[in-house]
């Protein structure tokens, strides 16, 4: 049978009502959400709360924030984490949810709370947003004079309970990093549906804020896939009436190279999102992003570093926010102490750096930006080629047949044949294309980079190399011969 | 002659961090093993039904979100009900959550069943290593 062509096309709001009361459903908490009380509440926030009207600000005044990840599940914990994060500086606040509400196991979630609740212990390694519901989740947002954000669930008791961003179904993260068999239509399914809610609220003057992930790169490999996916999902987005977004920047550590994608991504999608008609939906900032793998759990010292690499990346690219992790990240929850150390840490930089306004010049980073500009524009040329025009259609088509792909794939509906290694400078690499659509000139362009190692290293370039370049990152060496290499 | 030792690996729980599976699959593939290879999110359940219809000879399971102690709080039981007396079970990875010891958690997996237990970042080789010795300790290989 041939399946239906998914098309990039506003959905009908007579069927979204019935999808979002079904949604709110799965979990008696749901019964907390009136949709037009909702939107009331969120008109009512003060301008501190709302993430977009942040976000803008500190653009204004040149200035930056940390957005940090955070959750425990214990509602009185979680308010004293969030002062925490506030009183050292944190505007942006994020609900870190646990891994069983990503994944909606709301009874087993229950279970573990009520554990929690009664011996005041953190079971879990998130807030339990969904189980905790509406009114518990108010008290959290009205203790703390900042703008709150979910992490890692998409609901609509999120936006009544006054968080001011919008997980849009998770998108591209969802279904490449935490999903095993989700299949690329039924994400763009779910990513139609929840951008539309989000379109929903703007149509009454609530406008959402999404923060654009894409497809992670789980591992060195460089980002041209991932912003495509970002230029496709603020594409569609804006289409269900978004507007509002900003894209984060997954830094991989070469710092020519991270620079090179802060500064293309917003610039790319914005002039997409205007080729195709969107000019309202708004760029509200760039955010740089800690993503690769974190310094083992006991290396406190890789993890400081890490994070203040990240900071004054983003604020020497004159970012408005930073996509940070504390030191704990590798040890799982954060406590209100180490968040403290940890983001009085990027602070010191935002306030130190990030006000001078440096201008700076990286020699490679026009060159960077022009590769990977031509990487992006020959993948998405080959989608709307696939699509006859459709940007979803030709993205399903895409990755159904590998012309987007991304190496080590929890996802098993991913084709997984291209492979990244870091080059003599610890850029990141293709080492194999699989089916990306990329010129012989950009091919060779790729070769010749990883060629320079090779000739340090004395040895080709494989399989091998990519498996010790994961930990390269997080060990704190990614030129040359990496220190555990015997 | 020695046969071929059949091993299953995954990442338990509602654990999606798979690289290192993914890693120490193709490695045990490359050293002659047969390699049974689940990928993310396996729950206990499945280990333990996989392994009694292949005959498996070791479990390698991966865990890095911390909260392997739940997800495996029945799994020794469930394994020694489903006739597993003899089967080698290894896990590795961020175990608990916080910043610890590996020494100090070792002991809580081995009283969950497990024969060895391994910190992050590990290389695949060594746990390969200590694989062969024990299936050769117990005449499987």
């Known amino acids: 049978m041939k399946k239906m062509r998914i098309v990039n096309k506003r959905l009908d709001d007579d069927l979204l009502m019935k999808k979002r009361r079904e949604v709110l459903d799965k979990w008696p908490t749901g019964k907390e959400v009136d949709f037009e009380e909702a939107a009331a509440y969120q008109k009512s926030l003060p301008d501190s709360k709302v993430w977009w009207k942040v976000m803008a600000k500190l653009r204004e005044e040149g200035r930056m924030s940390v957005f940090p990840r955070a959750g425990t599940p214990v509602l009185e914990k979680m308010i004293e984490l969030c002062q925490g994060l506030r009183e050292s500086g944190v505007l942006l606040i994020p609900v870190t949810t646990d891994s069983y509400t990503r994944l909606g196991q709301f009874e087993k979630v229950q279970g573990i709370l009520d554990e929690c609740n009664k011996t005041g212990k953190a079971l879990l390694n998130g807030y339990p947003i969904i189980n905790q519901g509406v009114k518990q989740t108010r008290k959290l947002v009205e203790s703390v004079d900042a703008a709150f954000s979910p992490r890692g669930v998409s609901s609509e008791i999120c936006i009544a309970s006054g968080l001011t961003t919008y997980e849009c179904g998770l998108e591209f993260i969802t279904w490449a990093a935490y999903s095993k068999k989700m299949t690329i239509r039924e994400l763009v399914e779910k990513w139609q549906n929840e951008t539309r809610v989000a379109g929903w609220y703007a149509d009454r003057g609530v406008i959402l804020c999404t923060d654009l992930h894409g497809w992670l790169p789980t591992a060195p490999f460089p980002l041209s896939v991932n912003i495509v996916t970002l230029i496709l999902q603020a594409l569609t987005a804006a289409e269900q009436g978004l507007k ?208 320079e190692r090779e000739k340090i290293e004395g040895k080709k370039a494989d399989y091998h190399t990519a498996v010790r370049d994961l930990w390269s990152f997080s060990k704190g060496k990614i030129v040359g011969l990496p220190p555990y290499d015997k | 002659m020695s046969k071929t030792p059949t091993i299953i690996t995954g990442t338990v729980g509602m654990d999606v961090h798979v690289i290192g599976t993914k890693v120490i699959s193709r490695a045990l593939r490359e050293s002659g093993f047969k390699v049974v290879e689940l990928g993310m999110q396996v729950t206990p359940e499945e280990f333990i039904s996989v392994a009694q219809e292949t005959k498996a000879d070791a479990i390698l399971m991966s865990s890095l979100y911390g909260m392997a102690e739940l997800d495996l709080k029945d799994f020794n039981q469930k394994r020694l009900e489903a006739g597993l007396n003899d089967i080698l079970l290894y896990i590795g990875g961020n175990l608990v959550i916080g910043r610890y010891d590996p020494k100090e958690i070792e002991p809580k997996f081995k009283a969950l069943g497990f024969d060895r237990v391994y910190p992050p970042g590990i290389d695949a080789e060594i746990g390969i290593e200590d694989l062969k010795k024990d299936l050769k300790a117990r005449g499987k290989m």
Not at chain 1, 284 to 306: H, R
Not at chain 1, 340 to 363: C, G, L, M, P
Request: glycine share 8%; aromatic share 8%.
């Open chain 1, 244 to 451: 509002a977004i900003y894209p984060l920047v997954h830094c991989m550590g070469n710092m020519t190279q991270d620079m090179a994608w802060i500064r293309l991504t917003p610039k790319l999608i914005r002039e997409y999102l205007d080729k195709f008609g969107y000019k309202d939906c708004q760029i509200i900032g760039c955010c740089p992003a800690q993503t690769p793998l974190f310094p083992n759990p006991m290396d406190m010292g890789g993890a400081f570093a890490y994070l203040c690499y990240i900071a004054m990346v983003g604020s020497l690219c004159k970012c408005n926010a930073t996509d940070l992790r504390s030191i704990d990240e590798a040890a799982g929850v954060p406590t209100k102490d180490t968040n403290t150390v940890s983001y009085s840490a990027a602070r010191w930089i935002f306030n130190v750096i990030r006000e001078q306004n440096i201008d700076f010049h990286i020699k490679g980073i026009e060159e960077e930006e022009k590769i990977t500009r031509m990487e992006v524009e020959a993948i998405i040329n080959r989608i709307l080629d696939l699509g006859d025009g459709d940007v979803i259609d030709g993205l399903i088509k895409a990755v159904e047949g590998g012309v987007m792909d991304s190496p080590w794939s929890p996802n098993i509906t991913v084709k997984d044949k291209v492979l990244g290694v870091r080059d003599a400078h610890g850029a990141c690499r293709y080492l194999e294309f699989g089916n990306l659509p990329f010129s012989n000139q950009l091919k060779e362009w790729h070769r010749g980079k990883i060629a």
